[in-house]
DNA sequence: TTAAACTTTCAGTAATTTCTGAAACATGTA
DNA sequence: TACATGTTTCAGAAATTACTGAAAGTTTAA
């Protein structure tokens, strides 16, 4: 795998990010690496590619695929394993927003949940525990809308992204509509 | 400010998940804080509460005034500065959101964006050019309709939320609509 | 079996991030 | 002016996270 000047930038900038999207550096450089690299790798050319030790590119591919984003091959003939980006840009970016939704509010929603079965305490827990309440059924509204979205065809939510917020019209729309038939 | 195993409870655990969202551990316990709190805080409050410096308090509150989720607020007679969340959860999430959306996507969006208008030098960057452009687009079309949804009234939001999935039967709807009136 | 070719693990080190506390700064008051 | 009451800054210390490289583990083949 050549790092030429435009895939190096392009690989060094995804290793800067990585830790705003939750990996560490070399774990964003690998996925950079590997989304853009036409053949699978295998570790030690990753480990040439981006001069980091091949013990760093096994941990990485390690979390790599507890995030479902990359995938193992085998050629014929070679004992090695060769990886490879798990399925379409679109496919990866769904997989990281789920990881993340259960990564970054899961835990939080259980928690929350278990704190609001207790009754308050307080007057400050009264209060405190309207604001935990709060939280709690966005955090619940987020996940499952969420979730509703993923399981909608790509088609479908191109077309929803598409309509942007004419969104709101088509909703006027179904009500007039109901309403109408409810006559 | 009482801690009570409830609330210390609750701003613990925003403080562990605080790295996942984007701020530090007592960042994050300053938020939780601030949002239970039925009365504005003081700094010396904060930093008695949470068992840090004063400091310490001082760079988180300043952070926290970067993400603009949190509010000054001054009391007559007290020279002190008293500090409480900027607005209902809901705002505070939205914030969040944008603000996350800031840092975590344009500063990719922009590197894209100057790397696409370079012509590919060889075979392989053909390739990832490709590969590239599918992740701008991406992210050009979830930054549009990430700042669309946020421009919609929250009763529309929500209505919008609520219908989950079903979303698909009125776009199904709106079609059939468009083609009859096209008719 | 033994060896060759590969992968993973993990103790120790390096790099980075966070936190403290003292000094500097700001502002109002006598 | 000097002083009291606050806030901010920032150098150094502490804590956390990431990385290396050598040793241990695994798998296939002869």
Redesign the interface.
Do not use: C, Y
């Given at each position: 795998?050549?790092m030429?000047p435009?895939?190096e930038?392009?690989v060094m900038?995804?290793g800067e990010?990585g830790s705003?999207?939750?990996f560490n550096r070399t774990v964003g450089q690998m996925v950079a690496l590997l989304?853009?690299a036409?053949e699978a790798l295998s570790a030690n050319q990753i480990a040439e590619a981006l001069s980091i030790s091949r013990g760093n590119v096994s941990m990485g591919l390690k979390e790599l695929q507890s995030w479902r984003l990359i995938q193992l091959q085998h050629k014929p003939g070679d004992r090695k394993e060769y990886y490879q980006a798990a399925g379409?840009?679109?496919e990866l970016?769904n997989r990281v927003f789920e990881e993340r939704r259960k990564?970054?509010m899961d835990?939080?929603l259980s928690?929350?949940r278990n704190?609001l079965v207790?009754a308050?305490?307080?007057?400050?827990?009264v209060?405190?525990?309207q604001?935990?309440q709060?939280?709690h059924d966005?955090l619940e509204?987020i996940t499952?809308?969420s979730s509703?979205?993923q399981?909608?065809s790509p088609e479908?939510l191109n077309?929803?992204?598409k309509?942007?917020?004419g969104?709101?019209k088509?909703?006027d729309?179904?009500d007039k509509?109901l309403n109408k038939t409810s006559d």
């Open positions: 795998m050549q030429t435009m895939i930038s392009f900038h995804f990010m705003k999207w939750g989304v853009v036409k379409s840009i679109w970016a990564r970054e835990p939080t928690l929350l704190i207790d308050p305490a307080n007057d400050n827990e209060h405190a525990q604001k935990l709060e939280i966005l509204g499952k809308w509703e979205l399981s909608m479908k077309t929803l992204m309509l942007g917020s969104v709101g088509v909703l729309m179904k509509f």
